[in-house]
């Protein structure tokens, strides 16, 4: 059974961090584009960041480049997503997904995700 399970949200105070996990589990998580999005009460959910399969290239959206970062873990089939200096507006339900199409993003954004998690809730706030 393929699945995704998002862990790693919690309450976090502006400035603090979280790392994020997407684990995988009836695929290979190396074979596929992955990417993170998230979405906040009232707005469309939005593409975050996107790492490749073929060569690892990273992207990221303008508004957390430079204090997100996505990762790969080979041996324990699982994707990350290290959030650091978080603002009020990250507050958000945070969503891995695979894309089942192409091995490469173009882009901060998933080009056609397959497969979803069921997400995690990160919210920032003092």
């Known amino acids: 059974q393929v699945q995704l399970v998002e862990s790693g949200g919690g309450l976090v105070q502006p400035g603090g961090s979280l790392r994020l996990s997407c684990a995988a589990s009836?695929?290979?998580?190396?074979?596929?584009?992955i990417g993170w999005f998230r979405q906040a009460p009232g707005k469309e959910r939005e593409g975050v960041s996107c790492?490749?399969?073929?060569?690892?290239?990273?992207y990221y959206a303008d508004s957390v480049k430079g204090r997100f970062t996505i990762s790969r873990d080979k041996a324990k089939n699982t994707v990350y997503l290290q959030m650091n200096s978080l603002e009020p507006e990250d507050s958000a339900v945070y969503y891995c997904?695979?894309?089942?199409?192409?091995?490469?993003?173009?882009?901060?954004?998933?080009?056609?995700?397959?497969?979803w998690g069921e997400g995690t809730q990160v919210t920032v706030s003092s």
């Open positions: 790492i490749s399969s073929s060569d690892g290239s990273t």
């Open positions: 009836g695929f290979t998580l190396d074979y596929y584009a």
């Open positions: 997904a695979a894309d089942t199409v192409f091995y490469q993003c173009s882009g901060y954004v998933l080009l056609t995700p397959g497969y």
